[in-house]
């Protein structure tokens, strides 16, 4: 097993990219999906069923570990890795996104971001040097910058103003990193849906000189359409030797048109947030399993799916047990859609190698007006 | 496969009694304990998960089927077991313990009882009859008799009365059954604490020749004294080539007591809710895994376990994913705690088979002050 980290760009289809990231925990397929686990956990998943649905790699939230249980506290029980039972890469980001959007009494100067947990009120600060403690605690492979995520929308001064400052972060997060082999830091790319920002951000961050990159400020309310029109040119400002994350996307539709688009690796809470919910992701489109149509519905969600939930249940029982409140809804649920994000992405991965990517695209939308799926 | 139901009495060891039923659906080793999955879920476990554990047979609610999804909708969709994924035997009350202890509006009278649902509010009745015909619909392998829980403490007056009505609703009970070949219903031993109500109840079942009985009426909040009391002479007023099945227990030691007694199938909730509140069952006692003093205890629940819990997590882990109210927390600790007492069932029947029953029990009530173990 290899002691470093790297990245191999396998095949190219248009701007899709097929590629291998390879650590000292194991290998990470690209283009992939990373599982979102929060609290040291996938909700409602074992970690190795999580594994059984294809995934390589998963992200951990640094604000909430730092909170609770503590970082300190997870290396001295071993890191996150052992804590949970993953034993393959774990991404975590710095911390910086959710500090914003969950704490309270929220402070940023330049030298980073004092605030209080939304745990106990606690008081906290998260910094560049900090993050990169805090994730070299928790024994990340794959670690990011502490940036500041850009609000959308935001006037073009204010855009350059906080990627200035998020690049200035970039440089204090690999001086603070240092030299930590078998482990990667990941710069960010900010500059909203500024395109000369988005140039100036990609030139900053190469200078660095980082073994992978990610983009960020997306997702972010701005729509599918103003983000595809960034992923239009933002990752080609990368270098195409080097892995590309779009962080927090998305729909099964903004997957695929990321992919499309040269992104690498992405992360979302979506398939597990919506499997507690009710709401399962499949080739038709999504099915809302609360809708009392499916009371009586011998079918399983998708007759193709091979995943525990469409292999051994009903629409019926899986409505049933999401009205009864049972746990079992969550568990099956979580399960099938991030058994079929993985497909998605394993489909991709095909395609891409077969140079057959467009085709894959267009069955992958014509399958989804098809069925007899509620309307998202 | 057998197409019949048949009980083998394999050993005893004192009063206490190794055995095997055959079913259609497969065999159940006795002594027996069935965990409990109310609304076709064995909460927080995926029944696979449950025959990991060493189950052979799992318990279904029929009060809580009928009034959701509904019995005639489980029947549509091919019954019980295809409908929760468990291909194995299922036992079914009656429905009559439940309609009394969480309905609304409860009115009892010969003919059986009418009520409203606690879920909608809905009207229903439940008979004899129709339970016979809701068991039925839902495909349980063993059917209980409808018959009246009686409340305890009760006067020896109430409990001989309430205890004839049981008696002739088992009649109705049997009568409505009818002749079901594969198929098993057990009548239901009534009368209290009071030893000549509890031989006169077992001298009206045993004319009415069942393929098993249950001992009705205990765990009902007399303590576990007063429980083993009745145990000491109940068991043995039941004929010796039936299983016995004890309703409603217990936690660890009452089932070793029940066992030692002659009892041959359990069932309780215990582990399973157990497992959602943060309690965890051991060798060595009960472990209040929500106690601040496990936050960084690397070790696991039980060393010499080997669930899934204890195989992978330290107490830490299970403190932080209870503290955090993630699922993964109920997964985890119902697993260990079904798996704790399937080991404690696998545990009995190997001592029976050697003779060495007391010996294993001394062992079992030894280990239980060892440790370091929250008080239960």
């Not at 191999?8 to 194991?26: C, F, N, Q, S, Y």
């Not at 040291?40 to 909170?67: C, F, Q």
């Not at 914003?100 to 971001?113: F, I, N, Q």
């Not at 609360?290 to 899986?318: F, G, I, M, V």
């Amino acid at each position: 097993m290899t002691r470093t980290f790297s990245f191999t760009l396998e095949a190219t289809d248009g701007a899709a990219r097929l590629g291998r990231i390879e650590t000292p925990r194991g290998e990470i397929r690209t283009p992939a999906f990373m599982p979102v686990g929060t609290a040291a956990t996938v909700k409602a998943m074992m970690p190795e069923s999580v594994r059984a649905t294809g995934a390589d790699i998963l992200l951990g939230n640094t604000y909430h570990l730092m909170l609770r249980p503590g970082a300190e506290r997870i290396a001295r029980l071993g890191g996150l890795h052992a804590f949970m039972n993953w034993e393959r890469p774990i991404l975590t980001d710095s911390g910086g996104f959710q500090v914003m959007s969950l704490a309270d009494l929220r402070k940023m100067t330049e030298r980073g971001v004092t605030f209080r947990s939304h745990i106990d009120g606690s008081k906290h600060e998260l910094t560049p040097e900090s993050s990169m403690e805090i994730q070299r605690l928790l024994g990340s492979d794959i670690v990011m910058a502490f940036d500041e995520c850009t609000t959308f929308p935001a006037e073009k001064e204010v855009a350059a103003s906080s990627m200035a400052l998020s690049m200035r972060w970039a440089e204090r997060s690999r001086d603070a990193f240092g030299d930590r082999p078998g482990h990667a830091l990941f710069g960010i790319q900010q500059g909203s849906v500024y395109r000369d920002l988005r140039q100036e951000s990609a030139e900053a961050l190469t200078s660095l000189d980082f073994p992978g990159y990610a983009i960020g400020g997306l997702a972010v309310g701005e729509g599918q359409e103003a983000m595809f029109d960034v992923l239009d040119y933002a990752p080609a400002m990368l270098p195409q030797d080097r892995p590309r994350y779009l962080m927090g996307v998305g729909k099964p539709d903004d997957i695929v048109g990321a992919v499309k688009r040269g992104v690498d690796m992405m992360d979302c809470v979506l398939p597990s947030r919506s499997g507690r919910t009710g709401q399962a992701f499949t080739r038709r489109g999504a099915v809302n399993i609360k809708n009392a149509r499916h009371a009586d519905d011998p079918r399983p969600l998708d007759e193709q799916c091979t995943c525990p939930a469409c292999r051994h249940y009903s629409r019926a029982y899986l409505h049933h047990v999401f009205r009864a409140g049972e746990m079992i809804s969550g568990m099956l649920l979580t399960w099938h859609n991030l058994h079929y994000f993985q497909q998605i992405m394993q489909g991709m991965r095909e395609a891409i190698a077969a140079g057959t990517f467009e085709a894959w695209e267009r069955e992958f939308h014509a399958a989804r007006g098809e069925g007899d799926i509620d309307p998202v």
